[in-house]
T-cell receptor
Framework: DQQVKQNSPSLSVQEGRISILNCDYT??????FLWYKKYPAEGPTFLISISSIKDKNEDGRFTVFLNKSAKHLSLHIVPSQPGDSAVYFCAASVGGSQGNLIFGKGTKLSVKP | DTGVSQNPRHKITKRGQNVTFRCDPISEHNRLYWYRQTLGQGPEFLTY????????KSRLLSDRFSAERPKGSFSTLEIQRTEQGDSAMYLCASSFGHHEGETQYFGPGTRLLVL
């Protein structure tokens, strides 16, 4: 039973436009959410996180939105750049990330010049 | 380089052999995690240490797997009697406590192929 779901396996966006990656979760005990970016043959690289006490967190071109009532979060990348092309993983944890992260299956983002 | 490092980066072995991987966390991080990732999946939690204590183990961690973190520094993950199903990327991550939540920083991974 998947507790963290990324329902879009892939997304293609034009350079300069907005990329929106979505993530749904089922466990209402999750209280910390993270987004990671992964290039082939490398480990995941941390992008941005959000605590359940917030509904938005921004870091440069990256913004994460959390809708607790819908158990949904999204990552917005504006403007998208070709270097953003990678697989993006959503992850969640209980207890402020003490212990294991539960990951989605990832969304492959392609940003076309 | 002050990131998480893992060795070796690649390992090819024959079924039935034992393999050992090493992870060196970011130096001030007291927590260390092992994950496994297979094709088309996100990383799956295996086990985690706080300092030298192993605090949590996933049901994915069969009795052929053992992890250690002597002296709370580097960690090793050993797989005994490897099987073809053990072929995966093995990822190590480390973190340090934060009032809002911890961010786990990952190493580059060790890709294991069992023939």
């Amino acid at each position: 039973d998947q507790q963290v779901k990324q329902n879009s396996p892939s997304l293609s966006v034009q350079e300069g436009r907005i990329s929106i990656l979505n993530c749904d979760y089922t466990n209402s005990m999750f209280d910390y959410f993270l987004w990671y970016k992964k290039y082939p043959a490398e480990g995941p690289t941390f992008l941005i996180s959000i605590s359940s006490i917030k509904d938005k967190n921004e870091d440069g071109r990256f913004t994460v939105f959390l809708n607790k009532s819908a158990k949904h979060l999204s990552l917005h990348i504006v403007p998208s750049q070709p270097g953003d092309s990678a697989v993006y993983f959503c992850a969640a944890s209980v207890g402020g990330s003490q212990g294991n992260l539960i990951f989605g299956k990832g969304t492959k983002l392609s940003v076309k010049p | 380089d002050t990131g998480v490092s893992q060795n070796p980066r690649h390992k090819i072995t024959k079924r039935g052999q034992n393999v050992t991987f090493r992870c060196d966390p970011i130096s001030e991080h007291n927590r260390l995690y092992w994950y496994r990732q297979t094709l088309g999946q996100g990383p799956e939690f295996l086990t985690y240490f706080q300092n030298e204590a192993q605090l949590e183990k996933s049901r994915l961690l069969s009795d052929r797997f053992s992890a250690e973190r002597p002296k709370g520094s580097f960690s090793t993950l050993e797989i005994q009697r490897t099987e073809q199903g053990d072929s995966a990327m093995y990822l190590c991550a480390s973190s340090f406590g934060h009032h809002e939540g911890e961010t786990q920083y990952f190493g580059p991974g060790t890709r294991l192929l069992v023939l």
